[in-house]
């Protein structure tokens, strides 16, 4: 499969290894990489992102803490598959990210009601994405 478009976004309030495990999770939850594919090496994707392979490093490590991929010394990173957790845990999970993204939003300015807006509109947009794929 294609490597996913990743983005790190410096004036982030998250930090960058957060930014990139929240995205590499989502890739893999959401199927866009299969079940044994190798993830980039860490120094590869390093360069790629122009971060500090540390950094890459403990994305990596969360992410097979939590069940998302599993490291073979010598041979790389590969996905495991998408952790099956409760919905109360799913829950709280997207809460908590709600949470962050109106956070920062408002610290930088922006009016509830416009991130609200933002919000409705992305869902729209989703929406209009999957209804024309089906």
């Known amino acids: 499969m294609r490597p996913p478009q990743l983005r790190?976004?410096?004036?982030?309030?998250?930090?960058?290894y957060e930014q990139l495990r929240e995205q590499l999770g989502a890739t893999i939850a959401s199927g866009g990489f299969a079940r044994g594919e190798k993830l980039?090496?860490?120094?590869e994707l390093a360069m790629r992102l122009r971060i500090n392979p540390t950094t890459v490093?403990?994305?990596y490590a969360e992410?097979?803490?939590?069940?998302?991929?599993?490291?073979?010394r010598g041979l790389g990173t590969?996905?495991?598959?998408?952790?099956?957790?409760?919905?109360k845990r799913q829950h709280k999970r997207l809460t908590e990210r709600a949470?962050?993204?109106?956070?920062?939003?408002?610290?930088?300015?922006?009016?509830?009601?416009d991130v609200l807006l933002a919000i409705r509109s992305a869902l729209e947009r989703r929406s209009a994405v999957a209804g024309s794929t089906a």
């Not at 980039?40 to 120094?43: F, Q």
């Open 8 to 16: 790190i976004d410096d004036a982030s309030l998250l930090p960058v």
């Open 40 to 43: 980039p090496a860490v120094r």
């Open 57 to 59: 490093h403990r994305a």
């Open 63 to 72: 992410l097979e803490r939590q069940g998302f991929v599993r490291t073979r």
């Open 78 to 87: 590969f996905v495991a598959g998408a952790p099956k957790p409760e919905r």
């Open 99 to 113: 949470d962050r993204f109106v956070v920062e939003s408002l610290a930088v300015g922006y009016a509830a009601g």
